[in-house]
Each structure stands twice: as structure tokens, then as C-alpha cells.
Nanobody, 124 residues
Framework: QVQLVESGGGLVQAGGSLRLSCAASGLTFSSYSMAWFRQVPGEEREFVAAISWTASSTYYADSVKGRFTISRDNAKNTVFLQMNSLKPEDTAVYYC?????????????????WGQGTQVTVSS
């Protein structure tokens, strides 16, 4: 049974930082590309960042480029999202996703496993 468990969310002031973690189990982690998406109530779930299974390639939404960094530790079956210079518009539930994605990293279609989400709230 595949499980993705996010942690690290919380309340932070604008300009602050948070580091999200996603621990994976039940799959060959090093064979899966990993991504972070986020969702605000009433809106579509949107792409934030992705990293290929080899960690050789990373992808970011324009809205977070230069502020967020995705990384992975295949030895610990964990993917991270370092979020700096946070803005109130970054407030959302953040979801971790896994899939055997080799292209179209920024769309939801290729990701087959999803975590339960962690809330990030940025106050102004």
C-alpha cells in the first residue's frame, strides 16, 4: 500500500519560510518523479514544483520560481519543498504527488499517488 505523508505546514508571517516534507512508503521511491501541488478552497489544484526520479531536472510554477526549492533524498524516501519569502497568496493546502512521469511534469495527469495534504497559511 502506497502512502505519501506530508508534514511541515503551519502558520507563518509574510516573508517567512517553511520546509515541507513528504515521506513515501510502499513504492520504489527512486523510480518515481515527485511533485508538489496546492489548492485553495473553490479553486483548481495547481502545480507548484516537480523533480524527476533522478533529481537531474526540476520544474517550478512561475509564481514560486526563485522562492521555492524542491529536492529529494532517495535514501530516506522523502521529498522536500523549501519555501522562502512566503506571500499571503501562497496560502493553500499543499499536496505531495508521485508518478512515473517522464514529461508533462507540471500537469496532474501523470501523478498516480497523492498525500492527504498539509495546510500552509501565510499572514500579512
Amino acid at each position: 500500500q502506497v502512502q505519501l505523508v506530508e508534514s511541515g505546514g503551519g502558520l507563518v508571517q509574510a516573508g517567512g519560510s517553511l520546509r515541507l516534507s513528504c515521506a513515501a512508503s510502499g513504492l520504489t521511491f527512486s523510480s518515481y518523479s515527485m511533485a508538489w501541488f496546492r489548492q485553495v478552497p473553490g479553486e483548481e489544484r495547481e502545480f507548484v514544483a516537480a523533480i524527476s526520479w533522478t533529481a537531474s531536472s526540476t520544474y517550478y510554477a512561475d509564481s514560486v520560481k526563485g522562492r521555492f526549492t524542491i529536492s529529494r533524498d532517495n535514501a530516506k524516501n522523502t521529498v522536500f519543498l523549501q519555501m522562502n519569502s512566503l506571500k499571503p497568496e501562497d496560502t493553500a493546502v499543499y499536496y505531495c504527488a508521485a508518478g512515473r512521469v517522464t514529461r508533462s511534469f507540471t500537469t496532474r495527469d501523470g501523478y498516480v499517488y497523492w498525500g492527504q495534504g498539509t495546510q500552509v497559511t501565510v499572514s500579512s
